[in-house]
């Protein structure tokens, strides 16, 4: 186990991190990136990303990531593999566990751990995410131009991603397990009333075909009658089960926040575990939580636009917010001393 101490952490390499460690690298903050279990973060699950400014061609997520990673490193930011598994954020500094056993030291943290989004267990979705299988319709609705395709969900994000897809889409087929839906009324109306979109009730969806090269093809349906219907298949009860072409599917069946390492601490988040961020004195946006030092950006204080750029914007936010705090921050080797006296026999 080693220990050691920094001016500024940064968890998650993902967008926002990678955004973060520029700017605090560039301010001869030395940032420190863990990279979590997910190095690059959800980018790297994509294939192409045609929305981000600066790329007329569009740009892989595994090479935008990259890039930030390069960027980065080349004004002499740090990366390390490890999770925050634990947090003391009571006092200075703040003291980070992590999945390798380490415990590191820090004078502030920018919390850039984003969002995952839920999958639902289908046969080759491992395969086929970035590859017709996607999570966001912002990000990948456009790809479908034409095409037929399925979203996953009874909740209002799966009526928005459906009323978005049917933009570009053929059609569009919305499979929800039960008879009923959990997205507002007014949600549900839209999208019913929409001429594109249809229901498939106590369905959901088994398998996905095709391939890294064809992408998406098509899909294997399951429906029971009374709802449910995969529980039903395992437990051995007859199911209907239907293959049908599709051009695309979109998983809309909520995101996990990342933020579990936080409970027992004073950073404020939402029921879903959504960080709030506070407003200055002006009533202007910042980074800043509710703990003094820790600050977050990206997806992770964003359950509304959860975008590669909004996630880079928040990124140099934070870092900024981080330079001011330590800027004015007294007595620093003080309170790092008196860590490593607490700590070391
Ligand atoms: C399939 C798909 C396609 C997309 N396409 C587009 C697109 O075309 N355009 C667009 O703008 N957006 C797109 N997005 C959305 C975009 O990827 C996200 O908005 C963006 O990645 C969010 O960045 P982030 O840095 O906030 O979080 P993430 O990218 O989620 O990164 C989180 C990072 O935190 C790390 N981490 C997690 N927990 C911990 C912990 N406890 N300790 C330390 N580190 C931790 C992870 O390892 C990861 O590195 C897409 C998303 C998906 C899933």
Same mark, same amino acid.
């Given at each position: 186990m080693t220990e050691d101490s920094h001016d500024l952490v940064i968890a998650g390499s993902g967008v926002a991190g990678l955004s973060a460690a520029v700017y605090a690298a560039r301010a001869d903050l030395d940032p420190l990136v863990l990279?979590?279990?997910?190095?690059?973060?959800?980018?790297?699950?994509?294939?192409?990303?045609?929305? #981000?400014?600066? @790329?007329p061609d569009g740009v892989g997520g595994m090479d935008l990531v990259q890039r930030g990673k390069e960027q980065a490193e080349q004004f002499g930011a740090q990366f390390r593999y490890g999770r925050i598994e634990?947090?003391?954020?009571? !006092?200075?500094p703040l003291e980070l566990s992590l999945s390798t056993g380490d415990t590191i030291f820090t004078r502030s943290l920018i919390v850039a751990t984003g969002a995952s989004a839920r999958w639902? !267990?289908?046969?080759?979705e491992d395969e086929l995410m970035g590859y017709g299988l996607s999570t966001c319709a912002t990000c990948? !609705?456009? @790809? *479908? %131009?034409g095409d037929d395709v399925l979203v996953v969900g009874g909740g209002d994000s799966a009526m928005e991603e459906a009323l978005f897809l049917a933009k570009f889409a053929d059609s569009v087929t919305v499979v929800h397990r %039960?008879?009923?839906?959990? $997205?507002?009324e007014i949600m549900v109306d839209r999208a019913r009333e929409h001429d594109d979109i249809h229901f498939r009730w106590n369905t959901e969806l088994e398998a996905i075909h095709g391939s890294q090269t064809e992408g998406v093809t098509g899909v294997t349906l399951v429906a029971h009658p009374e709802g449910y219907p995969r529980e039903k298949a395992e437990s051995g009860t007859n199911v209907e089960r239907e293959t049908v072409e599709m051009g695309g599917v979109f998983y809309a069946v909520g995101h996990t926040p990342n933020?579990? @390492?936080?409970? !027992?601490?004073?950073v404020e988040r939402d029921d879903s575990g959504y960080i709030f961020t506070r407003t200055d004195n002006t009533g202007r946006p910042s $980074? *800043?939580?509710?703990?003094?030092?820790v600050f977050a950006a990206g997806d992770i204080a964003d359950p509304? #636009?959860?975008q590669a750029i909004t996630s880079a914007g928040t990124g140099s936010m934070a870092a900024l917010d981080a330079e001011e705090f330590l800027e004015a921050l007294p007595d620093a080797d003080e309170s790092m001393a008196t860590a490593s006296a607490e700590t070391v026999p």
């Open positions: 990279e979590g279990d997910e190095p690059g973060g959800q980018l790297t699950l994509t294939t192409d990303v045609e929305n #981000y400014l600066g @790329f634990d947090a003391d954020l009571d !006092g200075q639902v !267990g289908a046969e080759n990948d !609705g456009a @790809f *479908h %131009r %039960r008879e009923e839906l959990r $997205a507002s933020t579990q @390492f936080l409970d !027992g601490t004073g $980074a *800043h939580t509710a703990v003094d030092g509304r #636009y959860r």
